[in-house]
């Protein structure tokens, strides 16, 4: 059983910061991309950043470059999405996934998602 456990969510204020964490458990860590999604009320979900298996190569959506830092780490078996500079509109459910294959910004293309975790940045 895959199990990916989101947690680090909150309410902070613009301009402020977030470190997502999400634990993976029941994979082996080290083959698989693992990426952050978001879903905004009334939206669909969408890509916000991934690793690739090795740790080396990064894909980022354009409306968090350089204000967001995703990284990994193996022997905890983690993912994690630093956030700064938070703006009002990157308030949404962000999502942990991992894909057994190569890096993708697909949704589809992931094989295991987690339950989300609430950022909220009030405006």
């Known amino acids: 059983q895959v199990q990916l456990v989101e947690s680090g969510g909150g309410l902070v204020q613009a301009g402020g910061s977030l470190r997502l964490s999400c634990v993976a458990s029941g994979l082996t860590f080290s083959i698989y991309t693992m990426g952050w999604f978001h879903q905004a009320p009334g939206k669909e979900r969408e890509f916000v950043a991934a690793i690739s298996r090795g740790g080396i190569n990064t894909e980022y959506i354009d409306t968090v470059k350089g204000r967001f830092t995703i990284s990994r780490d193996y022997a905890k078996k983690t993912v994690s999405l630093q956030m700064n500079s938070l703006k009002p509109e990157d308030t949404a459910v962000y999502y942990c996934?991992?894909?057994?294959?190569?890096?993708?910004?697909?949704?589809?293309?992931?094989?295991?998602w987690g339950q989300g975790t609430q950022v909220t940045v009030p405006s």
């Open positions: 996934a991992a894909r057994r294959q190569q890096l993708s910004t697909k949704m589809s293309e992931y094989d295991y």
